[in-house]
């Protein structure tokens, strides 16, 4: 039976649903729904195709079909299904004893799979060659990109935290920067001068507006995992999933950048004002379970409203 998997988001939280339908089923039964995005307002993060960024082929649909089909979608947990269940791997970079784990194994198997495209993979390659000996990565996530985050987390971004971060946490090192916001890679550039090492960008930091952008961040979310250490943004998805997609060697430190942290204000809502503006249209079901719970596996029969009519 086909799985449709629904993602959303950004590349972190795309994938993260990605792998965790691929210990699910088999990538040939597999229906990827990878949205486009249309409007800051409403989904900030992925303006571009799936292969715009890996080589992988997957079937891609726009709607829920009207076969019957499991569903799984638009939770940005990584797990892993066996036997019935999901095994956590939620932040396994804490986790000391996780390299020996057989659900660590088979995920990381499973991100190893993914391939990315050409472009991607060569300027990896041409980068790390270019990235100072002994560095570490400060993965910075200010949520400063779009106004739906920004009223929701990056109003309380500060950039004073990052600063006592460099110099009195990280101190000597050398730094490969990735961020999400222009000119606070800018100013930290102008602070600190050659002791920060940035990759190229054909647009800006923090642009999801097109497949460049998009590109971009995914060659920084590889490297990004390739050095000795990450300090890793307080509960950012991209962060972890640099430690995935490095390679899983790099130590992690996890820091807090906004006041109050990200842990205490996860909850919160935006304002009304720029909430989005438009919500996809649900699609008429029934169900042989207890419906769609996103982040949950539910077999699904649709009944098209002409079947409806006619009765």
Same mark, same amino acid.
């Given at each position: &039976?086909?799985?449709?998997?629904? #993602?959303?988001?950004?590349?972190?939280?795309?994938?993260? *649903?990605?792998? *965790?339908?691929?210990?699910?089923?088999? =990538?040939?039964?597999?229906?990827?729904?990878?949205?486009? *995005?249309?409007?800051?307002?409403? $989904?900030?993060?992925?303006?571009?195709?799936?292969? +715009?960024?890996?080589?992988?082929?997957?079937?891609?649909?726009?709607?829920?079909? +009207?076969?019957?089909?499991?569903?799984?979608?638009?939770?940005?947990?990584?797990?892993?299904? @066996?036997?019935?269940?999901?095994?956590?791997?939620?932040?396994?970079?804490?986790? =000391?004893?996780?390299?020996?784990?057989?659900?660590?194994?088979? &995920?990381? @198997?499973?991100? $190893?799979?993914?391939?990315?495209?050409?472009?991607?993979?060569?300027?990896?390659?041409?980068?790390?060659?270019?990235?100072?000996?002994?560095?570490? %990565?400060? !993965?910075?996530? #200010?949520?400063?990109? /779009?106004?739906?985050?920004?009223?929701?987390?990056?109003?309380?971004?500060?950039?004073?935290?990052?600063? $006592?971060?460099?110099?009195?946490?990280?101190?000597?090192?050398?730094?490969?920067?990735?961020?999400?916001?222009?000119?606070?890679?800018?100013?930290?550039?102008?602070?600190?001068? $050659?002791?920060? /090492?940035?990759?190229?960008?054909? *647009?800006?930091?923090?642009d999801y507006t097109c497949k460049e952008g998009l590109q971009d961040s995914l060659i920084d979310l590889y490297l990004g995992g390739m050095t000795k250490k990450i300090y890793i943004t307080s509960k950012c998805t991209f962060s972890e999933m640099q430690w995935w997609f490095g390679g899983c060697n790099a130590e992690t430190?996890?820091?807090?950048?906004?006041?109050?942290?990200? @842990?205490?204000? !996860?909850?919160?809502?935006?304002?009304?004002?720029?909430?989005?503006?438009?919500?996809? =249209? !649900? =699609?008429?079901? %029934? /169900?042989?379970?207890?419906?769609? #719970?996103?982040?949950?596996?539910?077999?699904?029969?649709?009944?098209?409203?002409? !079947?409806?009519?006619?009765?």
């Amino acid at each position: &039976m086909n799985l449709v998997c629904n #993602t959303a988001g950004g590349i972190g939280n795309r994938v993260k *649903t990605l792998l *965790t339908c691929l210990t699910i089923a088999k =990538p040939e039964d597999i229906l990827l729904m990878w949205p486009a *995005t249309t409007s800051y307002q409403s $989904d900030g993060g992925a303006w571009c195709k799936f292969n +715009d960024l890996w080589e992988n082929k997957f079937k891609e649909i726009e709607r829920i079909p +009207d076969e019957e089909h499991q569903y799984y979608g638009r939770d940005s947990k990584l797990r892993l299904y @066996r036997n019935g269940e999901f095994v956590k791997l939620e932040e396994a970079y804490t986790n =000391p004893n996780i390299s020996t784990s057989p659900h660590f194994l088979e &995920m990381k @198997r499973l991100v $190893d799979s993914l391939i990315p495209v050409e472009y991607v993979r060569d300027k990896i390659i041409e980068y790390k060659s270019q990235i100072p000996h002994n560095s570490c %990565t400060l !993965s910075l996530r #200010t949520y400063m990109s /779009f106004p739906l985050e920004y009223h929701q987390r990056g109003k309380r971004f500060k950039i004073e935290k990052v600063f $006592d971060v460099i110099e009195n946490i990280i101190t000597s090192e050398k730094i490969l920067l990735t961020a999400d916001h222009q000119e606070t890679v800018e100013e930290i550039k102008n602070r600190y001068g $050659d002791r920060i /090492f940035v990759t190229p960008k054909r *647009t800006e930091f923090g642009d999801y507006t097109c497949k460049e952008g998009l590109q971009d961040s995914l060659i920084d979310l590889y490297l990004g995992g390739m050095t000795k250490k990450i300090y890793i943004t307080s509960k950012c998805t991209f962060s972890e999933m640099q430690w995935w997609f490095g390679g899983c060697n790099a130590e992690t430190e996890e820091i807090s950048v906004h006041h109050p942290s990200l @842990r205490e204000i !996860s909850s919160e809502k935006p304002p009304n004002s720029i909430q989005p503006k438009k919500k996809l =249209p !649900s =699609p008429e079901v %029934t /169900f042989s379970s207890s419906g769609i #719970t996103d982040g949950n596996i539910n077999r699904i029969h649709h009944e098209s409203r002409t !079947s409806n009519n006619k009765s």
